[in-house]
């Protein structure tokens, strides 16, 4: 089993919060207030997965590539080579979506991590592919006056009032991938910064595949997204078999590939199934 902690600490090479775990019916007390309005939106790593991306474009009315390209930096982490999304003015000060009042301009489209403070979720993938889910209550900072409240809430009302109950299955489909990726095709094994790019017009950049493959708006942004992992499901399985590892490494060219892989990729998107083999 694989530990995946997307909405706690800043990146793969940097200390995790101090963090309390605690039950769906747990109570806290915590609501934003005025006087620190904004700064826990200032120095810090605000990482977003492909459906943060997904959701903030689209507010924006800026396609993925576009998103990134304005607002984000994008590495790859030191190990694993997976690609890492962060937002970029928010790591070295204010966030660029704070206005003159600190207030946030895209809050109906914020990201998951965003949605979750005071809390953080650690998501666990098992063997079975089911996403076991885990509550904490992160370590407040020192500016933070949420607590100065007489407001009590629950962590199930507050997961499911700020959206993140909502969110949660479409961004654990990421999770799955990466678990996937790294359990049933070693991907460590063989990832590098040129083959994770090729992942990045799957995970980031829709508008992209819709105009190279010629795919319309019929099929709806969510689901398309849901089709979007599935068809880098059929990558990384075709790029990890060219290395020696997976279930079609045994398999010889021929048997395997009876379209080109664009083809295929192009068939999960519109159809949402994989195609035969």
């Known amino acids: 089993m694989i530990d995946r902690h997307l909405q706690v600490g800043a990146g793969p090479d940097a200390p995790k919060l101090l963090m309390r775990e605690l039950e769906l019916q747990d109570r806290f007390q915590f609501e934003c207030r005025l006087e620190c309005m904004g700064m826990c939106c200032n120095s810090v790593r605000i990482v977003l997965d492909p459906w943060d991306v997904e959701v903030l474009a689209r507010h924006l009315n800026l396609g993925g590539k576009d998103f990134l390209d304005r607002y984000c930096t994008l590495e790859f982490a030191s190990q694993s080579h997976w690609p890492i999304v962060w937002l970029a003015q928010a790591a070295n000060g204010p966030c660029e979506f704070l206005d003159s009042q600190n207030k946030c301009q895209v809050y109906p489209a914020r990201p998951t991590i965003c949605r979750t403070y005071p809390l953080g979720r650690a998501v666990r993938i098992e063997a079975d592919g089911h996403a076991v889910e885990k509550v904490f209550l992160v370590e407040k900072a020192a500016f933070c006056l949420g607590s100065r409240t007489e407001r009590v809430r629950t962590v199930e009302s507050w997961l499911e009032n700020e959206g993140v109950r909502e969110r949660a299955p479409l961004c654990n489909?990421?999770?799955?991938?990466?678990?996937?990726?790294?359990?049933?095709?070693?991907?460590?094994?063989?990832?590098?910064?040129?083959?994770?790019?090729?992942?990045?017009?799957?995970?980031?950049?829709?508008?992209?595949?819709?105009?190279?493959?010629?795919?319309?708006?019929?099929?709806?942004?969510?689901?398309?997204?849901?089709?979007?992992?599935k068809a880098a499901k059929l990558l990384l399985t075709d790029l990890a078999a060219g290395f020696g590892f997976g279930p079609l490494a045994e398999s010889t060219a021929e048997n395997v590939l009876k379209e080109s892989l664009m083809e295929r990729i192009r068939y999960v998107l519109l159809t949402g199934e994989q195609p035969e083999v």
Do not use: Q
């Open 173 to 229: 489909l990421y999770l799955k991938l990466i678990y996937y990726a790294e359990t049933k095709l070693r991907s460590p094994a063989w990832m590098s910064k040129p083959v994770a790019n090729m992942l990045n017009p799957l995970l980031f950049a829709p508008e992209m595949l819709r105009a190279k493959l010629e795919i319309g708006e019929e099929v709806d942004y969510v689901e398309f997204y849901r089709r979007r992992l």
